[in-house]
């Protein structure tokens, strides 16, 4: 497989927004569960939001209400719509992929995983 690609992070205010999105040609749209996940500095990765084979979606508590996972299947691509950005979401994004198995916002059940954008929100 072709590990995934992250684009579209970078700095922005308080309230802003950010699209991030992830080139995974190997793991959208071939049945793959596809996850998006954050690691602030001195903190561990934690999970974000993720996109099972049904479409059927879950979120984080920290970004439910402010955040929005999707996926265009014909451009193998997963996307991160982040709104309302507050300094808490400063960190590395992370796009991942799992089997359809085990579709869970836990790091451990994803073996497959992009290098990271940077996401810095200032107050």
């Known amino acids: 497989q072709v590990q995934p690609v992250e684009s579209g992070g970078g700095s922005v205010q308080a309230g802003g927004s950010l699209k991030l999105s992830c080139a995974a040609s190997?793991?959208?749209?071939?049945?793959?569960?596809m996850g998006w996940f954050r690691q602030a500095p001195g903190k561990e990765r934690q999970g974000i939001a993720l996109i099972d084979i049904t479409t059927r979606t879950t979120y984080g508590d920290a970004v439910k209400g402010r955040f929005t996972i999707s996926q265009d299947k014909a451009k193998n691509t997963l996307y991160l719509q982040m709104n309302n950005l507050k300094p808490e979401d400063t960190g590395v994004y992370y796009c991942?992929?799992?089997?359809?198995?085990?579709?869970?916002?836990?790091?451990?059940?994803?073996?497959?995983w992009g290098q990271g954008t940077q996401v810095t929100v200032s107050s």
């Open positions: 190997s793991f959208v749209g071939s049945g793959y569960c």
């Open positions: 991942a992929a799992a089997s359809p198995l085990v579709c869970t916002l836990n790091t451990g059940t994803f073996h497959y």
